[in-house]
């Protein structure tokens, strides 16, 4: 059996392989969405010269005192030649004359008539309150980085650089299909041995999560006939990841692992030595120009939520760049019991407390218990090689 980070890498070097897509799109329709170009500043930023303040613009000297012989309003620029005599009104963003160099803000000076006076004791430098040409960015410089997630900051920059159309890269598009004969409907009452089938539902809204295309396959009896023609169909279908939960251990109706060999699935690992989620399954199907990743991943609800977010989600953040540490590292409130030589995702709580972040984890822990699992808000790793986690040790904590 592999250990976590051998799995991780695996999944990783296949999903490089992925061919990625790119469209345009409406800058409005872009939040969140992951920029497939480098873009460029078709102009300055700022375009031009401007006051950052309200106040008076002047040519700076030694004088205290000057004639005021216009305004310039922000939109409304008109040329002034000034001496170091004059000042000319202006607003906040507006262009500045040419020949000055600095503005006073209108609090410190005194008006009298079309007298402008310098208040005593205010500060009055040369070049103040001037935000010059191509302060923040320079004409053809790259203003936002392909691989960047867009947001409202981003989004903002791409406006100013005339981005009405911005170029992003395809959702990658996921098919999820759950497995078991004790599955029903959730509209349906569970009674006897039935349950209701909770993980295409959570992986589902996993997949939303990081913003990607999910189609929604249902649910199919353990029949081996009926799995394989839904496998098979799957496989035809214009996805980049296949996604389906149960029937993977070793029980007598896991068949999922000789469908997928059957279908001609390439098995890159079976089973992974980590606490839940053991018994997934990870492989690659390959037709033509055709490539899909294929996780089988446990019917138990709380495992097969918990391999998509330390396998699936750190994979495709990986594979568009999106990796940068996003993990907590926080004192334990209680101690812990481990004592297998398996990595575990135990479910726990994250806080932050007199500016340190702290975990409880008082769980149960079990796989099948999902309410404790929609009330954590991370995963708590404890290492392989680390056991019994005492109150007080510090450990990486994945946000949930
Ligand atoms: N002898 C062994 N038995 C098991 C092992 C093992 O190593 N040796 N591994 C255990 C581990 S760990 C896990 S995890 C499970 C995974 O089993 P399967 O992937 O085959 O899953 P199922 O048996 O089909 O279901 C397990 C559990 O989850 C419930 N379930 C299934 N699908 C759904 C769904 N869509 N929504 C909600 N709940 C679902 C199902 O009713 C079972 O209770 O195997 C252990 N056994
Ligand atoms: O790995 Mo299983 O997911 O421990 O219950």
């Not at 539902?201 to 996993?206: G, N, P, T």
Request: one cysteine or more; glycine letters at 6%.
């Amino acid at each position: 059996m592999i250990n976590y980070n051998e799995a991780l890498e695996i999944i990783k070097h296949e999903i490089e392989k992925l061919t990625l897509h790119t469209e345009d799109i409406d800058i409005l329709e872009s939040y969140n969405r992951i920029l497939a170009e480098d873009v460029v500043a078709d102009v300055d930023l700022p375009p031009f010269d401007n006051s950052a303040v309200d106040g008076y613009v002047i040519k700076y000297s030694d004088r205290k005192e000057w004639k005021i012989i216009g305004e310039i309003s922000a939109g409304n620029f008109s040329s002034f030649n000034l001496t170091e005599n004059d000042a000319v009104l202006i607003t906040t963003g507006s262009k500045l004359p040419s020949n000055a160099d600095t503005v006073i803000p209108i609090e410190d000076v005194e008006v009298n008539s079309d007298l402008l006076k310098l208040k005593e004791n205010v500060f009055f430098k040369k070049g103040m309150n001037i935000r010059t040409l191509g302060n923040d960015l320079k004409k053809n410089e790259i203003a936002v980085h392909r691989y960047t997630k867009n947001d409202a900051k981003t989004i903002a920059v791409l406006a100013s650089c005339g981005k009405e159309k911005v170029k992003v890269f395809s959702k990658l598009k996921a098919a999820i299909l759950a497995t078991g004969d004790e599955l029903i409907p959730i509209n349906e009452k569970p009674a006897g041995d039935k349950l209701r089938v909770s993980n295409i539902y959570s992986l589902y809204a996993a997949i939303k999560e990081i913003n990607h295309t999910v189609i929604n396959l249902g649910f199919t009896k353990d029949d081996k006939e009926i799995i394989t023609q839904k496998v098979k169909a799957a496989l035809e279908m214009d996805i980049d990841l296949f996604i389906t939960t149960g029937g993977v251990s070793v029980g007598k109706y896991d068949f999922l692992k000789d469908i997928f060999e059957e279908q001609g699935v390439k098995q890159k690992f079976w089973k992974v030595n980590i606490k839940p989620g053991k018994p997934i399954y990870f492989g690659v199907y390959e037709k033509d120009e055709k490539r899909i990743l294929v996780f089988g991943l446990p019917g138990n609800p709380v495992s097969s939520l918990v391999n998509f977010y330390v396998f699936i989600k750190p994979a495709i953040e990986f594979l568009f760049k999106q990796d940068e540490i996003k993990n907590i590292t926080a004192t334990l409130q209680n101690d812990l019991k481990k004592k297998d030589g398996k990595r575990h995702f135990s479910r726990g709580i994250l806080f932050e407390e007199k500016g340190e972040w702290k975990v409880t984890s008082e769980f149960s822990q079990s796989s099948g218990n999902l309410v404790e699992m929609s009330r954590a808000n991370c995963l708590i790793e404890i290492e392989e090689e680390r056991v019994n986690p005492k109150k007080g040790e510090r450990l990486k904590c994945i946000l949930i």
